[in-house]
């Protein structure tokens, strides 16, 4: 669809770590011309914005393909330093994150925009592990109407690989428990570990209480500075801590093969997110804000989740790691 004739937008729906990236970047690269010094391609990424500040000193940019952020590509654009009059192929990466209200949507619709008042032959494509039903519609009305569309029905895209578990627990003090008392202390198989929260705050606590357990954890949350950030990614995907607490800022496009066990010390408020090729996924609940979060995301995959009975008991929790293949 991407490589044949006339070029129509796409809107593409993978699962993590299926590919993906490689079917955008082989198709562009395919479609360079080598005898062409212009801007031919452009990659977004929800990533972290940066600014440079030598942006106005930086020379036009030449290279045929730029993958980079909206803020970035946008300030290069502003500065006439990034030329789309060529452009033939502009693609967006985690495009339900980078279209919706609370994503990049301002930037990306100015930059797409700006791009079709340009060049008029560019190409559109949108990729995605997740499209909301809200997502889904608006991406359709601003793609060209003879788009060409590629989507994973709701029941295939729970991963059946995915061992998934919730425990009910009455109190936060409780939830510590469980992770270092129980899953870390049976969970003889247990490799990396990313434990997800939902707040800043519960970053600094959680790392506070388990900093006496003998494991090598990091916490990443969005108050570091972004070389602070890179470093604390580099040191967990080489391997130098096992165990790595975030908020949100990793729960889309990071995949670390060593990790066979996701955490959610918090449940996601949004339940169009995927963690990629893990193993086993436990969701800790407290509350009944929690319980209705829990209810949404069983009925928005079709799917009911295992509950664990008690969780005070080292048995049922042995079961459960057993099943899940940590134990």
Known sequence: MILDPPYKDLIAQAHN??????????????????????????????LKNWLFSSIHQRLPIIAQVVIGTLGTIKIWMLAKKLVVSFLKILVF???????????????????????????????????SATFNEIVKN????????????LFIKKEELSLESVKQYQV???????????????????GERVEQTIIFVRTRNSATMLHKS?????????????????????????????????????????????DQQQVNLVINYDLPVKHDKSHG????????IMSDTDEMIMSKIENHFGT??????????????KAVLRSAGLL
Request: proline share 2%; hydrophobic share 40%; with cysteine.
């Open 93 to 127: 990466d985690e495009a339900d994150h980078m279209l919706a209200e609370d994503g990049f949507k301002g930037e990306s619709l100015y930059i797409m925009e700006n791009v079709k008042n340009i060049s008029s032959h560019c190409q559109v494509l949108l990729f």
């Open 277 to 284: 090729a893990l193993l086993s996924c436990v969701q800790l």
């Open 17 to 46: 770590s299926s590919g993906k990236t490689a079917c955008f970047m082989l198709g562009m690269l395919f479609r360079v011309d080598p005898k062409l010094k212009a801007l031919r391609h452009c990659v977004f990424a929800p």
């Open 138 to 149: 608006y991406i359709s009305i601003i793609v060209s109407s003879d788009h060409n569309q």
């Open 210 to 254: 388990l900093a006496e357990f003998g494991y090598d954890y990091t916490t990443i949350q969005g108050a570091l500075k972004q070389e602070d950030r890179d470093k604390i990614v580099k040191e967990f995907k080489d391997g130098l801590t096992q165990v790595l607490i975030s908020t949100d800022l990793l729960a889309r496009g990071f």
């Open 168 to 186: 009910n627990v009455p109190y936060e003090l409780s939830k510590d428990m469980v992770v270092k008392d129980i899953i870390f202390e049976f």
């Open 304 to 317: 009911k989740v295992a509950e664990v009975p008690d969780w005070r008991s080292e048995e049922n929790f």
